[in-house]
Structure formats: structure tokens, C-alpha cells
């Protein structure tokens, strides 16, 4: 099998590549400066050329507050160059898997969301990431769409990181403590997708490591295994105003794993101890 991996500078490009290369299997990761998804020739151009027998797109705009500001080039992107790709993969015949996110849900309640439960993105990110799934969905039927939340890797910048470096300069550090989710830490998903687009088990899926949890909790933890001194300061979100409106409830379902086979992922605790070990060494 051949894929074609997008974003591969990014956390889980890189660690999605490094999968497929441990598995022998032949794998090309590119980036902007090998074609721009918002070019469709470009983008046409170079996909046919490659063949891939799957495209897996972890390529996107995820700069969540800039987005409100920068609508349209975030719809280029997470729209318009989603679309770009799921056509060239139309032409060829290959499988498409696009990486989503909670965002595309509205956030209310406390259950946890199912993949078909109705969306309502409250933010411009979320938006053009649902924007992507549904370019995906018509165009293609062989595509696999992952929504994910809270990304943790080792290749760029994340809230562990930030966490970490804030340990350092202060002795208390204020979170919210009003929106819960589940981390995901790259290393723990890119063997589940590197799995999955070599089946033929298409839809939408929820992966993130297992467990609940609000930003606060995660930062406690983040000191704790750490060794910080630092305390957690846990604030509601009205106290820590962002351009952009985060989903409280961000709890999500991994029934369409289970149906399909896929084993779910870590906790979040386990794969932030990994996490910490790896970024350390």
C-alpha cells in the first residue's frame, strides 16, 4: 500500500510517518513547501502524480483564536483545500482519511457525544473543520473521518508544553476548569490511523486517549508528574477571555471504534507519563 500523508511538519503528521515507516510501508509525508492544498492544480497535480493508493490529512489551519480574524483564509485551507484533495483522491480511486475535531460540536451538556449526533460549531475553526467533513463525505465513499481534541505531541507546540514552561516562571498558573474533554497524544493515535485506512471499515470516528477531564485537571497532572512546584489556579472560562468560543463538553463517545474492531487508545494519564519521558530524553 501507498500513502501520501499531509501536515507532516506537524505533531500528528510526523508521528503518522514515523508509523508507517517503522511498518515498511511506502509512505511520502509533504508540507507547503511541496504543494498548498488551496492551489487545486497544484494540489491535482501533485497527488495523480504520486498515486497513493490513501491520503491521510492531518494538514490544516488550527490557530483556533486567529481564525475569528482570518475567516477566509482558514475556510482556503480547512474547506476549500480539504476539497481539493478528497477530488484528486476521487480521480484516482484512492482512500481518504481527514482528521476532525470536537469543535464541530456545540459543547452543551454533559454526555458524551456519539459521531452522529447533530453538530453546531460555536467558532470559525469549528466551522471549516465540519466545512471539511461534509466537502469529504461529498465527494467520496471511501473516507475515514477522525475527529480528535486536545492534541499533545512531540513535533510542535501544545498545552503540555505551554504548561511546562509556565511551571518554570510562576508559582501559580490559572486554568479553566469549566470545559472537559479527553487529551489525545500523537504517538498513541498514529498507529490507530496507520490501522485503520488500511481497512476498509469507512465513516466517522471519535479517537482520543480514554478518560475525562477538564483543562485544569490536565495541568494539575502535567505539574504533578513533572516534578513543578507550580499550583493550579482553576478559573471559570468567563475569566479567561478568547476570540474564539470553546465547547464545554467535549466528551466523546468511542462506540463507532468499538463496533468497528479498532482497539481504543491509552488513558490520558498513561500517555501524558509517556509523553513527559519522551519529550524529556
Same mark, same amino acid.
Given at each position: 500500500? &501507498?500513502?501520501? $500523508?499531509?501536515?507532516?511538519?506537524?505533531?500528528? *503528521?510526523?508521528?503518522?510517518?514515523?508509523?508507517?515507516?517503522?511498518?515498511?510501508?511506502?509512505?511520502?509525508?509533504?508540507?507547503?513547501?511541496?504543494?498548498?492544498?488551496?492551489?487545486?492544480?497544484?494540489?491535482?497535480?501533485?497527488?495523480?502524480?504520486?498515486?497513493?493508493?490513501?491520503?491521510?490529512?492531518?494538514?490544516?489551519?488550527?490557530?483556533?483564536?486567529?481564525?475569528?480574524?482570518?475567516?477566509?483564509?482558514?475556510?482556503?485551507?480547512?474547506?476549500?483545500?480539504?476539497?481539493?484533495?478528497?477530488?484528486?483522491?476521487?480521480?484516482? *480511486?484512492?482512500?481518504?482519511?481527514?482528521?476532525?475535531?470536537?469543535?464541530?460540536?456545540? *459543547?452543551?451538556?454533559?454526555?458524551?457525544?456519539?459521531?452522529?449526533?447533530? #453538530?453546531?460549531?460555536?467558532?470559525?475553526?469549528?466551522?471549516?473543520?465540519?466545512?471539511?467533513?461534509?466537502?469529504?463525505?461529498?465527494?467520496?465513499?471511501?473516507?475515514?473521518?477522525?475527529?480528535?481534541?486536545?492534541?499533545?505531541? &512531540?513535533?510542535?507546540?501544545?498545552?503540555?508544553?505551554?504548561?511546562?514552561?509556565?511551571?518554570?516562571?510562576?508559582?501559580?498558573?490559572?486554568?479553566?476548569?469549566?470545559? $472537559?474533554?479527553?487529551? #489525545?497524544?500523537?504517538?498513541?493515535?498514529?498507529?490507530?490511523?496507520?490501522?485503520?485506512?488500511? #481497512?476498509?471499515?469507512?465513516? #466517522?470516528?471519535?479517537?482520543?486517549?480514554? *478518560?475525562?477531564?477538564?483543562?485544569?485537571?490536565?495541568?494539575?497532572?502535567?505539574?504533578?508528574?513533572?516534578?513543578?512546584?507550580?499550583?493550579?489556579?482553576?478559573?471559570?472560562?468567563?475569566?479567561?477571555?478568547?476570540?474564539?468560543?470553546?465547547?464545554?463538553?467535549?466528551?466523546?463517545?468511542?462506540?463507532?471504534?468499538?463496533?468497528?474492531?479498532?482497539?481504543?487508545?491509552?488513558?490520558?494519564?498513561?500517555?501524558?507519563?509517556?509523553?513527559?519521558?519522551?519529550?524529556?530524553?
Amino acid at each position: 500500500m &501507498k500513502i501520501l $500523508v499531509t501536515g507532516v511538519k506537524g505533531q500528528l *503528521g510526523y508521528d503518522v510517518m514515523n508509523v508507517l515507516r517503522q511498518r515498511q510501508i511506502d509512505c511520502l509525508g509533504a508540507d507547503l513547501e511541496d504543494f498548498d492544498i488551496t492551489d487545486e492544480a497544484a494540489t491535482t497535480a501533485f497527488i495523480i502524480n504520486y498515486r497513493p493508493d490513501a491520503v491521510i490529512h492531518c494538514s490544516a489551519y488550527t490557530a483556533v483564536d486567529r481564525a475569528e480574524e482570518d475567516a477566509v483564509r482558514c475556510e482556503q485551507v480547512n474547506v476549500e483545500g480539504t476539497r481539493h484533495i478528497a477530488a484528486a483522491c476521487r480521480e484516482i *480511486g484512492a482512500k481518504m482519511l481527514y482528521l476532525s475535531t470536537d469543535y464541530v460540536f456545540p *459543547g452543551t451538556g454533559e454526555d458524551f457525544y456519539e459521531v452522529d449526533d447533530p #453538530t453546531g460549531p460555536l467558532s470559525v475553526y469549528g466551522k471549516t473543520k465540519l466545512g471539511g467533513e461534509l466537502a469529504v463525505k461529498s465527494l467520496l465513499d471511501r473516507y475515514f473521518i477522525v475527529r480528535i481534541a486536545w492534541v499533545f505531541g &512531540k513535533n510542535g507546540n501544545n498545552f503540555v508544553k505551554t504548561m511546562l514552561r509556565l511551571g518554570q516562571q510562576r508559582d501559580q498558573v490559572n486554568v479553566v476548569c469549566d470545559q $472537559v474533554g479527553s487529551p #489525545t497524544y500523537t504517538a498513541d493515535l498514529a498507529p490507530l490511523l496507520c490501522d485503520m485506512v488500511q #481497512t476498509e471499515q469507512y465513516g #466517522t470516528y471519535h479517537a482520543t486517549n480514554e *478518560g475525562i477531564c477538564s483543562w485544569a485537571e490536565f495541568a494539575a497532572e502535567i505539574f504533578r508528574l513533572s516534578g513543578s512546584q507550580a499550583t493550579v489556579n482553576p478559573i471559570p472560562s468567563s475569566e479567561y477571555p478568547a476570540k474564539a468560543a470553546r465547547p464545554f463538553n467535549s466528551r466523546l463517545s468511542k462506540k463507532s471504534l468499538d463496533l468497528a474492531g479498532f482497539s481504543r487508545l491509552p488513558s490520558w494519564q498513561d500517555a501524558l507519563a509517556r509523553y513527559l519521558r519522551e519529550i524529556q530524553e
